[in-house]
């Protein structure tokens, strides 16, 4: 007897528009080049959504910064990169609780479209950084369902 198919593989979702909404890649001092040493290097990364319920798209914001922490000075900012990637979902209104601003996808298909986002940014800042400091150094992998249940967690 064929499964029956999860919440997942129904909902009918596509790309539909990736933006760079910010990008900032400073010039960096030459000694900071010369003498980069990757295990000072911190990330962070932030993440948002956004909808419009009448052209049924959802967007997922990503945040990165990339700063280098020197000794005893405050830390220089190497990256900040702003991108969205905007999703058509078909039957998006079942999903968004307007009254309380909240969304209620399945956990697994936000971790899906939170992997997606992540991905696109990665190779966004990778063609925007290629022959700079900022382009050589590795970004940390990250779990899209960690990150998923860990906002569900923080709006419980």
Known sequence: MPSRPSATQTLQYRIADIRELELVVPYLPEDLIKDFDERRLDYQFNFDHQWNLEKNRFSILVGVTYAYLSDGDAPEE???FLGEVEFLIDGLARFIDLKNK???FPEAFLAI????????VRGMIAIRT???LQGRVFIPILDPKAIVRDHLRMKA
């Open 102 to 104: 909240e969304i209620h």
């Open 113 to 120: 479209l939170t992997g997606i986002s992540i991905s696109t």
């Open 130 to 132: 290629i022959r700079k």
């Open 78 to 80: 190497l990256l900040n």
